[in-house]
């Protein structure tokens, strides 16, 4: 059973930065794909960002772009965000995910293994 553990969530105020980071406890697949979803209180989880296995397919969500910065360590397991200039807006549990298939796609159809999320908070 792979397991997923994010990290680097915290409190931040408007304007600074944060990264978070996941690891996947194992390989389950030779090649996967990993990403980021946030779920802000009341609302529905929405997609943020994801990566495929080379790093030659990053999607972002529209809200998030040229904001925040998707990267991963294959040898690491691990996927990284970088986020940067913070907003109030952007107040929410983070959840890492992960799946066999391609970047296409997610937020639209169930994915593979899902992380517990770290809370980011952004102050204003």
Do not use: H
């Amino acid at each position: 059973q792979v397991q997923l553990e994010e990290s680097g969530g915290g409190l931040v105020q408007a304007g600074g930065s944060l990264r978070l980071s996941c690891t996947a406890s194992g390989r389950p697949f030779s090649t996967y794909t990993m990403g980021w979803f946030r779920q802000a209180p009341r609302k529905e989880r929405e997609f943020v960002a994801t990566i495929n296995w080379s790093g030659g397919s990053i999607v972002y969500a529209d809200p998030v772009k040229g904001r925040f910065t998707i990267s991963r360590d294959n040898a690491k397991n691990t996927v990284f965000l970088q986020m940067n200039n913070l907003k109030p807006e952007d107040t929410a549990v983070y959840y890492c995910a992960l799946d066999r298939g391609s970047t296409a796609g997610w937020g639209r159809r169930p994915l593979d293994y899902w992380g517990q999320g770290t809370q980011v908070t952004v102050s204003s």
